[in-house]
T-cell receptor, first 116, second 112 residues
Framework: AQKVTQAQTEISVVEKEDVTLDCVYETRDTTYYLFWYKQPPSGELVFLIRRNSFDEQNEISGRYSWNFQKSTSSFNFTITASQVVDSAVYFCALSEGRRGFQKLVFGTGTRLLVSP | DVKVTQSSRYLVKRTGEKVFLECVQDMDHENMFWYRQDPGLGLRLIYFSYDVKMKEKGDIPEGYSVSREKKERFSLILESASTNQTSMYLC???????????FGPGTRLTVL
């Protein structure tokens, strides 16, 4: 069965620190997708990134970067020079399902607190 | 931009009441989903639908039903609300294939 583990329940940092959120997944599929979502205090989940299992290139978007390593089944998320607005719960998710339709399996989330 | 809306942000109901949570998306997405979110448990899938009038059970369907009469609307129904259904309910939609799911703002339901 698919599984996503986010072992860090809560992380507290001071503004401008770098922080890495860990995500480890389990799947028997050869083709799958990994996602990161952000849930700010307002409650709505905001899509951040989607990667497919054939693309192990790291990705950078502004202060955000993602490190995908199939060898360790990990898809970690790093925020550089964190800001107070980064405070949120972050969810990692893994797709599962038949071709043409995908469900998501979510981790339990990591709460990031960035203090001034 | 994808827009997913939910009928209420906050809802308070009494035990035994029938509760309807409505979700509407404006991107002509085939797939729609209902999740509940509880502290320490992440998001758990209740039901999903891949087409009008089609539905499938997710991981925790007990105590819930759904309705999808139109492509843009997906309703979650609590036939007889119970206190253990107090939770945050999130609706999402996605296009075909490995479509990214886009979420609504959530409904925080309290059952007294």
């Amino acid at each position: 069965a698919q599984k996503v583990t986010q072992a860090q329940t809560e992380i507290s940092v001071v503004e401008k620190e770098d922080v890495t959120l860990d995500c480890v997944y389990e799947t028997r599929d050869t083709t799958y997708y990994l996602f990161w979502y952000k849930q700010p205090p307002s409650g709505e989940l905001v899509f951040l990134i989607r990667r497919n299992s054939f693309d192990e290139q790291n990705e950078i978007s502004g202060r955000y970067s993602w490190n995908f390593q199939k060898s360790t089944s990990s898809f970690n998320f790093t925020i550089t020079a964190s800001q107070v607005v980064d405070s949120a719960v972050y969810f990692c998710a893994l797709s599962e399902g038949r071709r043409g339709f995908q469900k998501l399996v979510f981790g339990t989330g990591t709460r990031l607190l960035v203090s001034p | 931009d994808v827009k997913v809306t939910q009928s209420s942000r906050y809802l308070v109901k009494r035990t035994g009441e029938k509760v309807f949570l409505e979700c509407v998306q404006d991107m002509d997405h085939e797939n729609m989903f209902w999740y509940r979110q509880d502290p320490g448990l992440g998001l758990r899938l209740i039901y999903f639908s891949y087409d009008v009038k089609m539905k499938e059970k997710g991981d925790i369907p007990e105590g819930y039903s759904v309705s999808r009469e139109k492509k843009e609307r997906f309703s979650l129904i609590l036939e007889s609300a119970s206190t253990n259904q107090t939770s945050m309910y999130l609706c999402a939609s996605s296009g075909g294939g490995p479509g990214t799911q886009y979420f609504g703002p959530g409904t925080r339901l309290t059952v007294l």
